[in-house]
């Protein structure tokens, strides 16, 4: 899976929740947006770190 589509996917569905949340719920749709975020950038961080290893290996053999 590409590094774009795995940030793109839950920061379109952030933005879908800010579209759609009532004004009330602010606080609960931006800490939703900041946990998404988060977990996003955890989770790019880890698809690249499996790649870097991935390619130092090829590189070795």
Do not use: K
Not at 13 to 39: E, P, Q
Not at 49 to 57: E, P, S
Request: glycine share 4%; hydrophobic share 60%; no cysteine.
């Amino acid at each position: 899976m590409s590094r774009n589509v795995v940030m793109l996917v839950p920061l379109l569905a952030a933005l879908l929740a800010l579209l759609i949340a009532d004004t009330r719920h602010d606080y609960i749709v931006v800490g939703s947006f900041v946990a998404i975020t988060a977990v996003v950038w955890v989770a790019w961080r880890v698809v690249d770190g499996i790649a870097l290893r991935r390619q130092r290996r090829s590189l070795e053999q």
